[in-house]
């Protein structure tokens, strides 16, 4: 019984690391994929390294790179969120 314990706990242990190891591209992917999915519209998501993260400035949604990085989400206003598609190359033409 002891060593099933034992056992289980080390599996708990590694999961948990395989997890703060995750790529942050990757996890900021799974994130905005969920957030997508529940409807959340004008948002952006930022890799920020741990030290660099401020109170009042986002919430941090993720931890990535072993702990390094975080992912903050924050809400943007509409035109700031038409400025980064535009940005991004996704906005639509402007007709004439």
């Known amino acids: 019984m002891r ?7 080390l599996l708990l242990v590694l999961a948990v690391c395989a997890q703060a190891a995750k790529p942050c591209e990757e996890l900021k992917d799974e994130i905005a994929k969920k957030m997508d999915g529940n409807g959340v519209k004008s948002y952006s998501l930022d890799i920020v390294p741990t030290e660099k993260v401020k109170d009042g400035e ?7 790179d072993g702990g390094t990085k975080k992912i903050v989400y924050s809400k943007t206003t509409t035109s700031s969120a038409k400025q980064e598609a535009a940005a991004s190359g996704s906005a639509e033409p402007k007709k004439p």
């Open 58 to 64: 986002g919430k941090v949604v993720g931890s990535c």
């Open 3 to 9: 060593t099933l314990v034992t056992v289980a706990g």
